[in-house]
């Protein structure tokens, strides 16, 4: 069995890093195989004890600050990963509520690479791609790259927060994409025009997830965060 213990740094806006003072730090295995474990932070630190060896995602979250995430590997003994810094949500929207303004629309490709770059951790947008089957709201990531942490590579779809219905005003925008999406398939191998949707809703963005080459992860976990995680539908803190 094995240790993880490590310390939280968090910055309000250009202020320098300091501990940070509460928040929730989650462990959770790439296999899911077992519910995610909790940890509160106290007075920056945090510590997991009797951890099985073998590969993990890190979680941090605290009210205010984006979630950042860390894939890291267990081993035998005391484990000390590098500290976790998390950054003030600079956003105005409620995670509530749909914001008013006319929201991007995007393609699965789009929403990944920009949506990591927006000054807004959580906002709404109306992603439009490939429907995956048997999955709820859930759309394909139908591009040569994927998102990863570390060595951890995360599965091959996206989802959204709170989906709703596209408002009515952006339809003609919104088909737009779906006829951009509709071309790029392949002539070989067709996409059904009913299988290529829009969602609405809104987008989490982690900090500690960049893109890579697909699907080349030294280590895959299946299971998407929030379902990593346990958490509800309802659930804005991660991607889905």
Known sequence: MASVRGTVQ???????????VTGTVRLASVEGASPSLDAGVNRGGFEFLGVPPGWYVLAVSADGFGETVRGIHV???????GPLDVRYRVCSESAET???RIPPILTVCEALKGGFGYPC????VVVVGIF????????????????VSGDVGWP????????????EALRAEIEKKR????????PEAPLRPERVVGLYGHLASLAGLTAAP???????????????????????????
């Open 156 to 167: 091959s779809a996206i989802g959204l927060t709170n989906p709703l219905p596209p408002p």
């Open 10 to 20: 968090a910055s309000i806006l250009d202020r320098p890093l300091e501990p940070l």
């Open 179 to 186: 006829q951009e999406v509709l071309k790029s398939s392949p």
């Open 121 to 124: 951790y959580y906002r709404p």
């Open 132 to 147: 995956k089957s048997g999955m709820d709201e859930t759309l394909r990531l139908d591009c040569p790259e994927q998102l």
């Open 98 to 100: 749909v914001s008013p």
């Open 75 to 81: 081993v035998d003994g005391s484990n000390e990963p």
């Open 214 to 240: 697909c699907c080349k992860a030294p280590v895959e976990t299946v299971l998407p965060p929030a379902r990593l995680f346990g958490l509800s539908e309802r659930d804005p803190r991660v991607i889905r």
